[in-house]
């Protein structure tokens, strides 16, 4: 299998969080994003791991659902809380946002990836993931972060065990259904899904990846 060589995560709910009742506040603005941006703060450990990425050489982009203006505005808030990623991509550069393949390809291509085999897409909603399997790249959802949860990740953290895991179970379930590759918990957990995505696997799957709750099964194995 070619080594990971591109991260794309989306920005809204993956990298960044402000809650659902805020992300849908800002959404009915003139300039959503640029509400957003003041509101949002990145997930707790995003900037270790963007250091980890750089030292395995692995590029992050970011994209989402921006503007012009809105990714100047979210590079600076990137900058703003640490994170220094590749490039930051909106759809004003492609003729059609998701669930098109478009957006996912252009920023591969200005990142200098050659294969999309090498790219994995990282994102929340079930439109992330059906964007990612029309570009041909890797999957990857995550389950406890996002506008559609409707809450803080800073929240969900504080949960008891039981009912946080039943939060997950609900957004695995719709992540797989989209075709989720591989689901995790937060963005925070990458490093260990491309060590699971990078291994060796028989010829017979050399073009897909086994079965989702397989490979689900296994990381969570490997979390405790």
Same mark, same amino acid.
């Not at 990714?71 to 703003?80: D, T």
């Not at 200098?112 to 994102?123: E, N």
């Not at 041909?136 to 990740?153: E, F, H, K, N």
């Not at 800073?154 to 895991?165: I, K």
């Given at each position: ?103 996912? =390809?252009? +920023? &591969?291509? !200005?990142?200098?990836? %050659? ?6 897409? @990282?994102? /929340?909603?079930? *439109? #992330? ?36 895991? =039943?939060? +997950? &179970?609900? !957004?695995?379930?719709? %992540? ?6 591989? @689901?995790? /918990?937060?963005? *925070? #957990? ?35």
């Amino acid at each position: 299998m070619a080594t990971i060589d591109t991260v794309l995560c989306d920005l809204v709910g993956t990298l960044a969080d402000c809650g659902g009742l805020a992300w849908a506040e800002c959404a009915r603005l003139d300039r959503p994003f640029q509400a957003w941006f003041g509101r949002a703060e990145a997930i707790p450990g995003v900037v270790d791991l963007c250091w980890a990425l750089n030292r395995q050489k692995v590029r992050l982009g970011v994209w989402g659902e921006l503007g012009d203006a809105d990714v100047e505005a979210a590079l600076g808030a990137l900058r703003g809380w640490g994170v220094q990623p590749a490039g930051v991509f909106g759809v004003a550069a492609v003729p059609t946002g998701r669930p098109a393949p478009y957006l996912l =390809q252009h +920023a &591969a291509m !200005r990142l200098g990836s %050659l294969d999309v085999r090498r790219c994995v897409v @990282v994102g /929340d909603e079930e *439109l #992330d993931i059906e964007t990612a399997r029309n570009a041909g790249m890797w999957a990857v959802g995550v389950s406890l972060t996002g506008p559609g949860l409707g809450r803080r990740w800073t929240e969900v953290a504080r949960m008891e065990g039981v009912r946080r895991a =039943q939060l +997950a &179970a609900e !957004r695995v379930q719709a %992540l797989e259904a989209a075709g989720a590759h591989l @689901v995790i /918990d937060t963005v *925070l #957990d990458l490093p260990r899904a491309l060590a699971v995505l990078e291994r060796p696997r028989s010829e017979e799957h050399t073009s897909e990846l086994q079965s989702h709750s397989d490979l689900v099964c296994r990381l969570l194995l490997e979390k405790k």
